[in-house]
Protein backbone atom coordinates (compact mmCIF):
# COMPACT_ATOMS: atom_id res chain seq x y z
CA UNK A 1 0.00 0.00 0.00
CA UNK A 2 1.25 3.28 -0.79
CA UNK A 3 0.89 5.76 2.34
CA UNK A 4 -1.13 8.90 1.68
CA UNK A 5 -2.59 7.76 -1.81
CA UNK A 6 -6.49 7.04 -2.02
CA UNK A 7 -7.65 4.85 -4.63
CA UNK A 8 -11.05 6.22 -6.52
CA UNK A 9 -12.83 3.09 -7.61
CA UNK A 10 -15.30 4.01 -10.12
CA UNK A 11 -17.86 1.46 -11.73
CA UNK A 12 -19.11 2.34 -14.97
CA UNK A 13 -22.02 0.91 -17.39
CA UNK A 14 -22.96 2.97 -20.47
CA UNK A 15 -22.37 6.32 -18.68
CA UNK A 16 -20.80 7.92 -21.86
CA UNK A 17 -23.21 11.27 -20.85
CA UNK A 18 -21.88 11.69 -17.40
CA UNK A 19 -18.63 9.94 -16.68
CA UNK A 20 -16.13 12.81 -17.66
CA UNK A 21 -17.87 15.23 -14.98
CA UNK A 22 -17.38 11.95 -12.60
CA UNK A 23 -13.51 11.39 -12.75
CA UNK A 24 -13.04 15.02 -13.78
CA UNK A 25 -14.68 16.01 -10.06
CA UNK A 26 -11.80 13.12 -8.35
CA UNK A 27 -8.77 14.79 -10.35
CA UNK A 28 -10.25 18.11 -9.49
CA UNK A 29 -9.99 17.32 -5.41
CA UNK A 30 -8.14 19.56 -3.43
CA UNK A 31 -6.56 16.32 -1.36
CA UNK A 32 -3.12 15.59 -4.07
CA UNK A 33 -2.93 11.88 -4.04
CA UNK A 34 -4.84 10.12 -5.47
CA UNK A 35 -5.26 7.51 -8.72
CA UNK A 36 -8.84 6.81 -10.07
CA UNK A 37 -9.24 3.10 -11.22
CA UNK A 38 -12.35 3.21 -13.57
CA UNK A 39 -13.83 -0.67 -14.14
CA UNK A 40 -15.92 -0.85 -17.37
CA UNK A 41 -18.70 -3.38 -17.26
CA UNK A 42 -19.21 -3.92 -20.67
CA UNK A 43 -20.39 -0.82 -22.00
CA UNK A 44 -21.71 -0.29 -25.13
CA UNK A 45 -21.41 3.13 -26.19
CA UNK A 46 -18.53 5.39 -25.78
CA UNK A 47 -17.59 5.27 -21.93
CA UNK A 48 -14.04 3.25 -22.53
CA UNK A 49 -13.24 5.87 -25.34
CA UNK A 50 -13.88 9.07 -22.82
CA UNK A 51 -12.09 7.68 -20.30
CA UNK A 52 -9.22 6.84 -22.22
CA UNK A 53 -8.58 10.15 -23.70
CA UNK A 54 -7.32 11.10 -20.46
CA UNK A 55 -3.59 12.05 -20.65
CA UNK A 56 -3.13 12.05 -16.90
CA UNK A 57 -1.15 9.10 -15.30
CA UNK A 58 -3.30 8.94 -12.06
CA UNK A 59 -6.36 7.71 -14.52
CA UNK A 60 -6.72 3.86 -15.03
CA UNK A 61 -9.31 1.73 -16.83
CA UNK A 62 -9.96 -1.93 -16.44
CA UNK A 63 -12.88 -3.55 -18.98
CA UNK A 64 -14.30 -6.67 -17.56
CA UNK A 65 -14.75 -8.89 -20.10
CA UNK A 66 -18.54 -10.17 -19.20
CA UNK A 67 -20.80 -7.86 -17.46
CA UNK A 68 -20.84 -8.54 -13.34
CA UNK A 69 -22.62 -5.89 -12.41
CA UNK A 70 -21.57 -2.45 -9.96
CA UNK A 71 -20.63 -5.22 -7.55
CA UNK A 72 -18.04 -7.51 -8.80
CA UNK A 73 -16.53 -4.02 -10.71
CA UNK A 74 -15.92 -2.82 -7.57
CA UNK A 75 -14.40 -5.74 -6.33
CA UNK A 76 -12.37 -5.61 -9.57
CA UNK A 77 -11.22 -2.15 -8.68
CA UNK A 78 -10.77 -2.63 -5.19
CA UNK A 79 -8.22 -5.94 -6.10
CA UNK A 80 -6.40 -3.44 -8.09
CA UNK A 81 -5.85 -0.36 -5.56
CA UNK A 82 -2.86 0.77 -4.65
CA UNK A 83 -3.38 3.46 -1.65
CA UNK A 84 -3.20 3.52 2.09
CA UNK A 85 -7.01 4.58 1.53
CA UNK A 86 -9.94 3.48 -0.78
CA UNK A 87 -12.93 5.54 -2.12
CA UNK A 88 -16.01 5.32 -3.91
CA UNK A 89 -17.49 7.33 -6.57
CA UNK A 90 -20.46 6.32 -9.22
CA UNK A 91 -20.11 6.95 -12.72
CA UNK A 92 -22.78 9.66 -12.90
CA UNK A 93 -22.20 11.30 -9.68
CA UNK A 94 -19.80 14.64 -8.87
CA UNK A 95 -17.21 14.63 -5.67
CA UNK A 96 -17.29 18.38 -4.55
CA UNK A 97 -13.75 19.84 -4.69
CA UNK A 98 -12.83 19.56 -0.62
CA UNK A 99 -14.64 15.69 -0.20
CA UNK A 100 -11.25 13.84 0.13
CA UNK A 101 -9.49 16.75 2.25
CA UNK A 102 -11.92 17.48 5.05
CA UNK A 103 -12.67 13.16 5.31
CA UNK A 104 -9.25 12.15 5.61
CA UNK A 105 -8.89 15.45 7.81
CA UNK A 106 -10.87 13.78 10.15
CA UNK A 107 -9.57 10.25 9.87
CA UNK A 108 -6.58 11.06 10.53
CA UNK A 109 -7.42 13.05 13.64
CA UNK A 110 -9.98 11.01 15.37
CA UNK A 111 -8.59 7.56 14.51
CA UNK A 112 -11.63 6.72 12.82
CA UNK A 113 -10.88 3.53 9.96
CA UNK A 114 -13.95 4.07 8.19
CA UNK A 115 -15.53 8.11 7.40
CA UNK A 116 -18.94 9.10 5.50
CA UNK A 117 -20.38 12.74 4.84
CA UNK A 118 -24.39 13.92 3.92
CA UNK A 119 -24.99 14.31 0.25
CA UNK A 120 -26.76 16.20 -2.39
CA UNK A 121 -29.77 14.12 -4.15
CA UNK A 122 -30.46 16.19 -7.34
CA UNK A 123 -33.73 14.78 -9.27
CA UNK A 124 -34.55 15.68 -12.95
CA UNK A 125 -31.63 18.20 -12.91
CA UNK A 126 -33.08 20.82 -10.97
CA UNK A 127 -34.58 19.93 -7.45
CA UNK A 128 -31.50 19.37 -5.07
CA UNK A 129 -32.54 18.05 -1.37
CA UNK A 130 -29.57 17.16 1.52
CA UNK A 131 -29.52 13.44 2.77
CA UNK A 132 -30.24 13.32 5.46
CA UNK A 133 -32.50 16.21 6.00
CA UNK A 134 -30.81 16.75 9.41
CA UNK A 135 -27.44 16.70 8.16
CA UNK A 136 -26.25 18.91 10.78
CA UNK A 137 -26.89 16.73 13.53
CA UNK A 138 -23.12 14.72 14.45
CA UNK A 139 -24.48 13.12 17.35
CA UNK A 140 -27.19 11.76 15.89
CA UNK A 141 -25.46 10.32 12.71
CA UNK A 142 -21.89 9.37 14.16
CA UNK A 143 -22.53 8.46 17.75
CA UNK A 144 -26.07 7.07 17.11
CA UNK A 145 -24.97 5.71 13.83
CA UNK A 146 -25.34 1.65 14.95
CA UNK A 147 -28.89 2.60 16.35
CA UNK A 148 -29.74 4.01 12.37
CA UNK A 149 -28.26 1.40 10.75
CA UNK A 150 -30.01 -1.20 12.27
CA UNK A 151 -33.54 0.15 10.92
CA UNK A 152 -32.32 1.69 7.67
CA UNK A 153 -29.25 2.69 5.45
CA UNK A 154 -27.66 6.65 5.74
CA UNK A 155 -24.61 5.37 3.92
CA UNK A 156 -24.17 5.38 0.42
CA UNK A 157 -21.18 4.10 -1.28
CA UNK A 158 -19.85 7.82 -2.91
CA UNK A 159 -19.88 9.45 -0.02
CA UNK A 160 -17.35 6.52 2.02
CA UNK A 161 -13.73 7.06 2.36
CA UNK A 162 -12.01 3.66 4.62
CA UNK A 163 -9.10 2.79 5.25
CA UNK A 164 -7.49 -0.25 3.20
CA UNK A 165 -6.25 -2.33 5.98
CA UNK A 166 -10.01 -2.44 6.79
CA UNK A 167 -10.96 -4.64 3.78
CA UNK A 168 -8.87 -7.91 5.40
CA UNK A 169 -12.06 -7.96 8.26
CA UNK A 170 -14.58 -8.12 5.30
CA UNK A 171 -13.87 -11.64 3.83
CA UNK A 172 -12.73 -12.47 0.51
CA UNK A 173 -16.02 -10.69 -1.58
CA UNK A 174 -16.04 -7.03 -0.19
CA UNK A 175 -19.04 -6.33 -2.15
CA UNK A 176 -21.65 -9.46 -2.34
CA UNK A 177 -22.06 -9.59 -6.00
CA UNK A 178 -25.38 -11.79 -5.49
CA UNK A 179 -27.16 -8.47 -4.24
CA UNK A 180 -28.48 -6.01 -7.15
CA UNK A 181 -29.98 -3.26 -4.51
CA UNK A 182 -28.64 -2.92 -0.83
CA UNK A 183 -25.28 -3.74 -1.89
CA UNK A 184 -23.41 -0.32 0.08
CA UNK A 185 -26.23 -1.16 2.77
CA UNK A 186 -24.75 -4.85 3.19
CA UNK A 187 -21.25 -3.10 3.02
CA UNK A 188 -21.90 -0.38 5.76
CA UNK A 189 -23.47 -3.03 8.22
CA UNK A 190 -19.68 -5.24 7.86
CA UNK A 191 -17.65 -2.18 8.39
CA UNK A 192 -19.96 -1.34 11.31
CA UNK A 193 -19.51 -4.86 12.68
CA UNK A 194 -15.86 -3.91 12.68
CA UNK A 195 -14.76 -0.57 13.44
CA UNK A 196 -16.50 2.97 14.39
CA UNK A 197 -17.51 5.00 11.52
CA UNK A 198 -16.85 8.64 11.39
CA UNK A 199 -19.12 11.35 9.59
CA UNK A 200 -19.16 14.73 8.56
CA UNK A 201 -22.25 17.24 8.42
CA UNK A 202 -21.91 18.23 5.22
CA UNK A 203 -22.88 17.80 1.56
CA UNK A 204 -19.91 17.09 -0.30
CA UNK A 205 -21.35 14.75 -3.05
CA UNK A 206 -23.88 15.47 -5.76
CA UNK A 207 -25.96 12.39 -6.64
CA UNK A 208 -27.66 12.69 -9.43
CA UNK A 209 -31.03 10.27 -9.69
CA UNK A 210 -31.49 9.19 -13.48
CA UNK A 211 -34.54 7.17 -14.35
CA UNK A 212 -34.70 3.78 -15.47
CA UNK A 213 -32.09 2.96 -12.93
CA UNK A 214 -31.45 -1.00 -10.48
CA UNK A 215 -33.54 1.22 -8.01
CA UNK A 216 -36.48 0.58 -10.00
CA UNK A 217 -36.34 -3.00 -10.16
CA UNK A 218 -38.59 -4.28 -7.31
CA UNK A 219 -37.75 -7.52 -8.16
CA UNK A 220 -34.52 -6.62 -7.10
CA UNK A 221 -35.56 -4.67 -3.90
CA UNK A 222 -37.09 -7.98 -2.91
CA UNK A 223 -34.62 -10.57 -3.59
CA UNK A 224 -31.99 -7.73 -1.62
CA UNK A 225 -33.78 -7.50 1.58
CA UNK A 226 -34.37 -11.44 1.56
CA UNK A 227 -30.42 -11.65 1.41
CA UNK A 228 -29.82 -8.96 3.52
CA UNK A 229 -32.23 -10.57 6.60
CA UNK A 230 -30.24 -13.81 6.01
CA UNK A 231 -26.64 -12.19 6.70
CA UNK A 232 -27.72 -9.65 9.23
CA UNK A 233 -30.53 -11.05 11.23
CA UNK A 234 -28.52 -10.60 13.97
CA UNK A 235 -27.77 -6.43 13.17
CA UNK A 236 -31.25 -5.62 12.25
CA UNK A 237 -34.84 -4.52 13.39
CA UNK A 238 -36.56 -6.93 11.21
CA UNK A 239 -40.25 -5.38 11.61
CA UNK A 240 -38.62 -1.76 10.79
CA UNK A 241 -36.77 -3.12 7.81
CA UNK A 242 -39.82 -4.97 6.53
CA UNK A 243 -41.65 -1.88 7.31
CA UNK A 244 -39.16 0.14 5.20
CA UNK A 245 -38.80 -2.27 2.61
CA UNK A 246 -42.10 -2.45 1.52
CA UNK A 247 -43.77 1.23 2.67
CA UNK A 248 -42.70 2.62 -0.75
CA UNK A 249 -44.42 -0.56 -2.92
CA UNK A 250 -47.07 -1.47 -1.45
CA UNK A 251 -49.83 0.33 -3.38
CA UNK A 252 -47.23 0.32 -7.02
CA UNK A 253 -46.19 -3.10 -6.76
CA UNK A 254 -48.51 -5.75 -8.82
CA UNK A 255 -50.28 -8.58 -6.30
CA UNK A 256 -48.46 -11.43 -7.63
CA UNK A 257 -45.11 -9.33 -7.10
CA UNK A 258 -45.74 -7.63 -3.85
CA UNK A 259 -46.60 -11.60 -2.32
CA UNK A 260 -43.74 -13.38 -4.22
CA UNK A 261 -41.37 -10.90 -2.32
CA UNK A 262 -43.27 -11.36 1.20
CA UNK A 263 -42.62 -15.01 0.41
CA UNK A 264 -38.88 -14.65 0.13
CA UNK A 265 -38.11 -12.55 3.04
CA UNK A 266 -40.50 -15.09 4.91
CA UNK A 267 -38.04 -17.65 4.56
CA UNK A 268 -35.53 -15.27 5.52
CA UNK A 269 -36.81 -14.35 8.92
CA UNK A 270 -37.24 -18.47 9.63
CA UNK A 271 -36.59 -18.94 13.40
CA UNK A 272 -38.00 -15.58 14.19
CA UNK A 273 -41.81 -14.88 15.73
CA UNK A 274 -42.41 -12.73 12.80
CA UNK A 275 -45.60 -13.30 9.65
CA UNK A 276 -44.23 -10.91 6.95
CA UNK A 277 -48.06 -11.27 5.29
CA UNK A 278 -49.64 -10.34 8.26
CA UNK A 279 -47.09 -7.22 8.99
CA UNK A 280 -48.03 -6.28 5.11
CA UNK A 281 -51.89 -6.86 5.75
CA UNK A 282 -51.55 -4.65 8.69
CA UNK A 283 -49.62 -2.04 6.89
CA UNK A 284 -51.72 -1.81 3.97
CA UNK A 285 -55.02 -1.09 5.73
CA UNK A 286 -53.09 2.02 7.70
CA UNK A 287 -51.76 3.18 4.31
CA UNK A 288 -55.02 2.81 2.56
CA UNK A 289 -56.90 4.58 5.29
CA UNK A 290 -53.72 6.91 5.11
CA UNK A 291 -54.53 8.25 1.91
CA UNK A 292 -57.81 8.31 1.76
CA UNK A 293 -57.73 10.74 4.88
CA UNK A 294 -54.77 12.76 3.69
CA UNK A 295 -56.54 13.42 0.43
CA UNK A 296 -59.52 14.66 2.12
CA UNK A 297 -57.30 16.87 4.64
CA UNK A 298 -55.25 18.32 1.32
CA UNK A 299 -58.56 19.13 -0.11
CA UNK A 300 -60.21 20.65 2.57
CA UNK A 301 -57.45 22.37 4.48
CA UNK A 302 -55.57 24.39 2.21
CA UNK A 303 -52.15 25.52 3.21
CA UNK A 304 -52.83 29.56 1.77
CA UNK A 305 -55.95 29.03 4.71
CA UNK A 306 -53.41 28.94 7.43
CA UNK A 307 -53.56 31.40 10.16
CA UNK A 308 -50.78 33.38 12.31
CA UNK A 309 -49.39 31.55 15.09
CA UNK A 310 -52.02 28.87 14.44
CA UNK A 311 -50.31 26.03 13.11
CA UNK A 312 -47.10 23.96 12.85
CA UNK A 313 -44.30 22.89 10.63
CA UNK A 314 -43.18 19.45 10.63
CA UNK A 315 -39.64 19.66 9.46
CA UNK A 316 -36.74 22.38 10.11
CA UNK A 317 -34.61 21.34 7.19
CA UNK A 318 -34.28 22.97 3.04
CA UNK A 319 -38.28 22.13 2.45
CA UNK A 320 -39.52 23.34 6.23
CA UNK A 321 -37.28 26.78 5.94
CA UNK A 322 -38.42 26.93 2.25
CA UNK A 323 -42.45 26.80 3.30
CA UNK A 324 -41.78 29.69 6.30
CA UNK A 325 -40.39 31.72 3.87
CA UNK A 326 -43.05 31.79 1.49
CA UNK A 327 -45.40 32.19 4.61
CA UNK A 328 -43.81 34.68 6.24
CA UNK A 329 -43.84 37.11 3.29
CA UNK A 330 -47.59 36.70 3.37
CA UNK A 331 -47.25 37.59 7.54
CA UNK A 332 -48.31 33.84 8.33
CA UNK A 333 -45.49 32.33 10.79
CA UNK A 334 -45.68 29.14 12.56
CA UNK A 335 -45.72 28.88 16.23
CA UNK A 336 -43.07 26.26 16.29
CA UNK A 337 -40.76 23.92 13.86
CA UNK A 338 -41.42 20.06 14.62
CA UNK A 339 -38.81 17.68 14.43
CA UNK A 340 -38.74 13.81 15.34
CA UNK A 341 -35.58 14.28 17.69
CA UNK A 342 -33.97 17.22 18.90
CA UNK A 343 -30.64 17.38 20.99
CA UNK A 344 -31.07 20.83 22.35
CA UNK A 345 -33.02 23.85 22.12
CA UNK A 346 -32.86 25.35 18.72
CA UNK A 347 -34.67 28.44 17.24
CA UNK A 348 -35.08 29.56 13.46
CA UNK A 349 -35.58 33.49 13.41
CA UNK A 350 -37.86 33.51 16.90
CA UNK A 351 -39.66 30.62 16.43
CA UNK A 352 -38.55 26.91 18.28
CA UNK A 353 -37.76 23.94 16.81
CA UNK A 354 -39.48 21.40 19.45
CA UNK A 355 -39.35 17.38 19.47
CA UNK A 356 -42.62 16.22 18.63
CA UNK A 357 -43.10 14.27 21.48
CA UNK A 358 -43.10 17.22 23.58
CA UNK A 359 -45.72 19.54 21.90
CA UNK A 360 -48.41 19.75 23.67
CA UNK A 361 -50.95 21.03 20.86
CA UNK A 362 -51.87 18.65 18.91
CA UNK A 363 -55.41 19.55 17.86
CA UNK A 364 -53.40 22.15 15.62
CA UNK A 365 -52.68 22.27 11.92
CA UNK A 366 -49.37 20.59 11.25
CA UNK A 367 -47.75 21.00 7.68
CA UNK A 368 -45.61 18.71 6.94
CA UNK A 369 -42.37 20.29 5.10
CA UNK A 370 -39.44 17.97 3.91
CA UNK A 371 -39.04 15.95 0.85
CA UNK A 372 -41.68 13.27 -0.76
CA UNK A 373 -40.16 10.07 0.34
CA UNK A 374 -40.04 10.95 3.77
CA UNK A 375 -43.39 11.96 3.72
CA UNK A 376 -44.93 8.99 4.46
CA UNK A 377 -42.67 8.18 7.22
CA UNK A 378 -43.23 11.38 9.26
CA UNK A 379 -47.22 11.26 8.46
CA UNK A 380 -46.87 7.99 10.49
CA UNK A 381 -45.08 9.48 13.46
CA UNK A 382 -47.80 12.16 13.34
CA UNK A 383 -50.85 9.47 13.48
CA UNK A 384 -48.83 7.67 16.27
CA UNK A 385 -48.77 10.05 18.10
CA UNK A 386 -52.45 11.16 17.85
CA UNK A 387 -52.21 14.55 16.06
CA UNK A 388 -54.97 15.40 14.64
CA UNK A 389 -54.64 17.37 11.37
CA UNK A 390 -52.22 17.36 9.18
CA UNK A 391 -51.72 18.59 5.27
CA UNK A 392 -48.38 18.17 3.24
CA UNK A 393 -46.31 20.90 1.50
CA UNK A 394 -45.88 20.46 -2.05
CA UNK A 395 -43.93 22.74 -4.72
Request: charge should be negative; proline fraction near 3%.
Amino acid sequence: MVKNLVSVVIPAYNREGTIKRAVDSVLNQTYPDIEVIVVDDGSTDHTVEIVREYQDKRVQIICQKERGGANKARNTGIANAKGEYIAFQDGDDEWLPDKLSIQIDLMEREKFQACYCAHNLIENGKETITIPPDHEDTDKYQTHLQEILIRYNVIGTPTLVIKHELLRHLGTQYFDEDMFRMQDYDFVIRIMKTTEIGYVNTALVNSYRVEGSITADHGALYDAAARMIEKHRDFLDIGHFLKMVTDSNIIADPPEMLIQGLDKMQKSVCGQDIDCKDLMIIRMSGLMDFQQKLLYRQNNVMIDRLQDRKFSIYGAGKFGQELYRKLKKKGVCPVCFLVTECGKREYIDDIPVIPIDEYANRDDMVVVGIAEKYQLELIDNLIERNYKQFCVYRR
